[in-house]
T-cell receptor, first 114, second 115 residues
Framework: AQSVTQLDSQVPVFEEAPVELRCNYS??????LFWYVQYPNQGLQLLLK??????LVKGINGFEAEFNKSQTSFHLRKPSVHISDTAEYFC????????????FGQGTRLTINP | EAGVAQSPRYKIIEKRQSVAFWCNPI?????LYWYQQILGQGPKLLIQ????????DSQLPKDRFSAERLKGVDSTLKIQPAKLEDSAVYLC?????????????FGSGTQLSVL
């Protein structure tokens, strides 16, 4: 079975500061990795995903994430955040083999202070 | 294109009552998912449909939860009878294919409070 741990439940940062949201996963088989974002009163939407190839993945809104197989991590980063980035961020994994079954982490609430 | 539609947006019931949630996926999406998101936790898959057939319902509490997708389009999730621990946001999602690398499109969810 797969599991995902998001190491920080809340991350407060100042506007224009860099941010890193941490994600570690556990799996005995190969997985795909995802970051979803949930803005207030909206559904989750895909930020980025790692399927194969380059370990540095770029997503929407200036976010990027790096897959590190040896550390089983997939941390999300942004060099300069904006007030509009205030949201809940979810890391998720899915087995490469087999049907779609996303396993989500607990979420990290990113709060941007002016 | 229209997104995933869910209703109602909020529902408050007393324990032991029944409740139903409705979901209409993105047009043409054959795969539909229901997730349960308890406060402070990530979404947990309850059931996955491919067209009108069930692909995975291993985490659905079948003694009280049921779901159907009769015509392979919209879907209904029912809880009967509800328990206090069922208080959560129920999310519906859809995708064009059931592949594990596929992007999911989520609705805004139904927030259920069981008193």
């Amino acid at each position: 079975a797969q599991s995902v741990t998001q190491l920080d439940s809340q991350v407060p940062v100042f506007e224009e500061a860099p941010v890193e949201l941490r994600c570690n996963y556990s799996s005995s088989v190969s997985v795909y990795l995802f970051w979803y974002v949930q803005y207030p009163n909206q559904g989750l939407q895909l930020l980025l995903k790692y399927l194969s190839g380059s370990t540095l993945v770029k997503g929407i809104n200036g976010f990027e994430a790096e897959f590190n197989k040896s550390q089983t991590s997939f941390h999300l980063r942004k060099p300069s955040v904006h007030i509009s980035d205030t949201a809940e961020y979810f890391c998720a994994v899915s087995r490469v083999q087999g049907a779609q079954k996303l396993v989500f982490g607990q979420g990290t609430r990113l709060t941007i202070n002016p | 294109e229209a997104g995933v539609a869910q209703s109602p947006r909020y529902k408050i019931i007393e324990k032991r009552q029944s409740v139903a949630f409705w979901c209409n996926p993105i047009s043409g999406h054959a795969t539909l998912y229901w997730y349960q998101q308890i406060l402070g936790q990530g979404p947990k898959l309850l059931i996955q449909f491919q067209n009108n057939g069930v692909v995975d319902d291993s985490q659905l509490p079948k003694d009280r939860f049921s779901a159907e997708r009769l015509k392979g389009v919209d879907s209904t999730l029912k809880i009967q009878p509800a328990k206090l621990e069922d208080s959560a946001v129920y999310l519906c999602a859809s995708s064009s294919r059931p592949a594990s690398n596929e992007k999911l499109f989520f609705g805004s969810g139904t927030q259920l409070s069981v008193l």
